[in-house]
């Protein structure tokens, strides 16, 4: 039963991989290359290039392969979206607070300083944009650099404001679960092929985990790299997301599974097979909604998963707590549904609060820090909630009489090894 479980599962994986393979998304960098085309330019009124969030004497470097006729037009994030609504083509290139042509085939332009980090967006126009009656001028090649100044006022430093500070989370975090790995690593395996009715869910936590982990050491070399050169590698931001889509994808098979009671179920061979397949394909279905949404940054439909994924989690685990009788297990369900409600709600409810009481160019930095140090809290508490006591032992002892590793079903007894496990990673959440 379990390599039949594992297979389907590979199946699953691979379907999800090759989806993710599918997305060529447009990438957010500060160092853009691109077109510049008096095609397009036409088109939507103005060539929309990229934003950034400059601060202080903040500078912009450029380099094109012909000289163009054409300027770069620079609007305040919190105007920019009544441009967005202007129809009038040269209204709205007069509506720019800023602009500077491209007559040379490289140069820079700096900012007058200002104390308040902004969002610009920044659109091309040259001077048939807004005329028709002529055909359009050649496409040229160009390459724009956007920098910020380090905190000698020197502008070489590529991250936008809003994202300044994430590097170092990243790398502390990063060590914290290398030195998680050497230290529990090895026990962790060693439960795990153990067996007994645990192990199952400890390895579905277990994979949740190694993804995560991926997808944030690929974040981290990209990021790293990112602020050296504004570029990053787009390709390990684009995997570190579907890593990202993996590890919801497994949190959300074990939520399925130990929701609906399995695992805990009175023997594996009453499984209806039917009920799991629909199961996992509602899952995959909604991970991969979700990495959709997060490839196109679609933050507010995927909150909105994410709110109604935890409402139909709850509606089901309270069902399970009302009807369980036993005291032990009530608990058991009680904990681990606050842990899963966090891992899910923490991103809706930080993108809400941010979004009321933070000035935008906190937002994202914030946001970022207080979902992986969610999540990563709230697997530690799940890992420690599944190795703990006897109390999981208890949950799932109808399911021990088939299984050789059975324990004694007196929970009082505290003998089990699991006991110290509990001990030193509570010391580890502690450090934490
Ligand atoms: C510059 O690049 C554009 C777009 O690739 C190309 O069409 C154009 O011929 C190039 N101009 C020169 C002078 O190389």
């Not at 691109?34 to 004497?57: D, M, N, P, W």
């Not at 979700?290 to 089901?316: P, Q």
């Not at 970022?368 to 508490?381: D, F, R």
Request: hydrophobic share 40%.
């Amino acid at each position: 039963m379990c390599s039949v479980l594992a297979s389907t599962r590979i199946n699953n994986l691979q379907i999800l991989i090759l989806v993710f393979w599918q997305f060529a998304t447009v990438t957010d960098c500060k160092t853009v290359h691109g077109v510049l085309s008096s095609r397009q330019a036409r088109l939507y009124q103005g060539q929309y290039i990229t934003k950034f969030c400059f601060y202080g004497e903040a500078l912009v470097k450029f380099k094109l392969n012909t000289t163009a006729t054409g300027k770069l037009y620079f609007y305040l994030g919190d105007k920019w979206p009544q441009v967005e609504q202007t129809s009038q083509c040269q209204t709205k290139l007069d509506q720019a607070q800023y602009s500077f042509g491209l007559s040379t085939i490289s140069g820079e332009n700096k900012f007058a300083p200002w104390d308040d980090p902004k969002v610009w967006h920044v659109s091309y126009a040259d001077p048939v944009t807004c005329d028709s009656s002529v055909p359009a001028l050649e496409d040229v090649t160009f390459t724009l650099q956007m920098l910020n100044p380090d905190s000698g006022g020197k502008p070489i430093i590529h991250c936008g404001c809003d994202e300044t500070g994430l590097v170092s989370f990243y790398e502390i975090l990063a060590f914290l679960y290398f030195a998680g790995a050497i230290a529990y690593g090895q026990r962790l395996w060693q439960t795990i092929q153990k067996g007994g009715p645990m192990h199952l869910v400890i390895k579905m936590l277990s994979i949740a985990m190694i993804y995560q982990t991926t997808g944030h050491f690929l974040t981290l070399i990209h990021i790293y790299r990112y602020s050296k050169n504004g570029e990053g590698y787009p390709l390990l931001a684009k995997l570190s997301t579907a890593a990202n889509g993996l590890a919801e994808y497994q949190m959300l098979l074990m939520m399925a599974k130990l929701s609906t009671g399995w695992t805990l179920s009175s023997s594996f061979s009453t499984l209806d097979p039917k009920q799991m397949k629909q199961i996992s394909a509602t899952v995959i279905a909604i991970s991969i909604l979700e990495v959709i949404f997060s490839f196109w940054e679609m933050s507010v439909l995927l909150n909105f998963v994410k709110i109604i994924i935890a409402g139909a989690f709850g509606f089901n685990i309270n069902k399970k707590i009302t009807e369980e009788r036993s005291t032990l297990r009530r608990e058991f369900y009680n904990k681990f549904a606050k842990c899963c409600l966090t891992w899910l709600l923490a991103y809706p409810v930080l993108a809400v609060l941010t979004f009321m009481v933070l000035p935008f160019h906190y937002r994202y930095k914030v946001i970022t820090w207080g979902l992986l140090t969610a999540q990563s809290i709230s697997i530690l508490l799940l890992y420690r909630l599944f190795l703990s006591r006897s109390l999981y032992w208890e949950v799932s002892s109808l399911a021990t009489s088939t299984l050789p590793l059975r324990m004694d079903r007196g929970y009082g007894t505290k003998t089990y090894n699991s006991d110290t496990r509990t001990v030193r990673i509570h010391k580890h959440i502690a450090v934490n």
